[in-house]
């Protein structure tokens, strides 16, 4: 019943949006999902992107999330931006509390169009802000990424939807302090990541995208789902769900120019 319900709103949404956007991807870029496509936000535009993710996790510990990120277009092919994420955590069996916060920042190089293929190249940084290890639970951590994708108009808009097909590969690396329950670790990590997309574009400005990763480090495959849909002119709203935990994420985009 709740699927036939979230059905029905999203069509509903999607008949009365009206106007497209360039949209923040989980990772912080423009993408329309959780990874980078080779879009950029265009010159002088901002892009102001807020996610929130309800808890999940397992019977021993909780997590939920409160993301909020901003793009820049410094060029009408070069984008900057900063992420900022906060995920609360509860660990149910010491009923310990524990709140974890993230900076970033990004930079993307979106190049000219040839043969229909429209190519970006980016980088990405995150550090943690908590760096108290001295408690039962904490962590501390770092990482950079560089990436590249490529993006083809697959189908034009002539029926009303435009399909978009990208292939991008993300290279990420870092290092993680733990302090759980009283034991201290460091761990030295690296990742390559290829993935695909589509992005379905709507005529009225809505956009669904579907993302595929065949392996996220030990997980294994990853797909994930997102819908955006336009509500105002420079206002849309976003659900993104994803096959690694289930948890809806829901969001809201603003975008807006100096």
């Given at each position: 019943?709740?699927?036939?319900?979230?059905?029905?709103?999203?069509?509903?949404?999607?008949?009365?949006?009206?106007?497209?956007?360039?949209?923040?991807?989980?990772?912080?870029?423009t993408g329309g999902a959780g990874l980078p496509n080779a879009d950029v936000v265009g010159?002088?535009?901002?892009?102001?992107?807020?996610?929130?993710?309800?808890?999940?996790?397992?019977?021993?510990?909780?997590?939920?999330?409160?993301?909020t990120h901003l793009l820049y277009g410094i060029t009408k092919d070069t984008e900057i931006g900063l992420v900022y994420d906060?995920?609360?955590?509860?660990d149910h069996t010491t009923g310990a509390h524990h709140t974890q916060g993230t900076w970033g920042i990004n930079a993307k190089k979106s190049f000219a169009q040839k043969n229909g293929l429209k190519t970006a190249i980016g980088v990405t940084y995150r550090r943690s802000i908590d760096n108290d290890l001295s408690r039962s639970y904490g962590m501390h951590y770092y990482s950079y990424g560089l990436y590249g994708a490529a993006s083809r108009v697959l189908k034009k808009a002539s029926s009303g939807v435009e399909v978009i097909g990208t292939l991008g590969a993300y290279y990420g690396a870092g290092?993680?302090?733990?302090?759980?329950?009283?034991?201290?670790?460091?761990?030295?990590?690296?990742?390559?990541r290829p993935y695909t997309s589509l992005d379905f574009e709507f005529h009225n400005g809505a956009t669904l995208t579907a993302e595929y990763e065949p392996q996220v480090n030990d997980y294994g495959a990853v797909s994930t789902f997102a819908l955006h849909c336009p509500v105002r002119k420079n206002v849309s709203v976003k659900a993104e769900t994803n096959s690694f935990n289930h948890q809806p994420i829901y969001g809201i985009d603003y975008s807006f120019s100096k």
């Open positions: 019943m709740k699927r036939t319900v979230l059905a029905v709103s999203l069509l509903a949404i999607l008949a009365s949006a009206s106007s497209a956007m360039a949209y923040s991807s989980s990772m912080g870029p010159q002088g535009k901002f892009e102001l992107t807020h996610d929130v993710q309800n808890a999940h996790g397992n019977e021993e510990t909780e997590t939920s999330s409160d993301n906060s995920a609360k955590s509860v290092r993680a302090s733990y302090n759980v329950h009283g034991v201290k670790e460091s761990v030295n990590a690296s990742s390559f």
